[in-house]
């Protein structure tokens, strides 16, 4: 019954920035940790940025320094502040919302770069 809602994606230049942000349907849930992971055709998917109940945050050594994930002041929808982007950033990103039990994955959102 619950499912991410993701937006911010699409396509732009190289250097240039896109602000992806995530919230669940429905949040009768804690919510332990959310964060963005992405997947590029072939790969394996990967995590690119997140932040835990403690607040402790966790970011890819290929997006420090360029993406910064947030969160609201309810906490309840994380964003991505993605910053001098790259072609090689270019993939379907995910968002991941862990709850005590059980984790939830949006549809993914496509983020293209080119060069």
């Known amino acids: 019954q619950v499912q991410l809602v993701e937006s911010g994606g699409g396509w732009v230049q190289a250097g240039g920035s896109l602000r992806l942000s995530c919230a669940p349907s429905?949040?009768?849930?804690?919510?332990?940790?959310m964060g963005w992971y992405r997947q590029v055709h072939g790969q394996q998917r990967e995590l690119v940025a997140r932040i835990s109940i403690d607040k402790s945050i966790d970011y890819a050594d290929s997006v420090k320094g360029r993406f910064t994930i947030s969160q609201n002041s309810a906490r309840n929808r994380v964003n991505l502040q993605m910053n001098s982007l790259k072609p090689e950033d270019t993939a379907v990103y995910y968002c991941?919302?862990?709850?005590?039990?059980?984790?939830?994955w949006g549809q993914g959102t496509q983020v293209t770069v080119s060069s």
């Open positions: 991941n919302i862990r709850s005590r039990i059980r984790e939830y």
């Open positions: 429905i949040t009768n849930f804690a919510i332990y940790a």
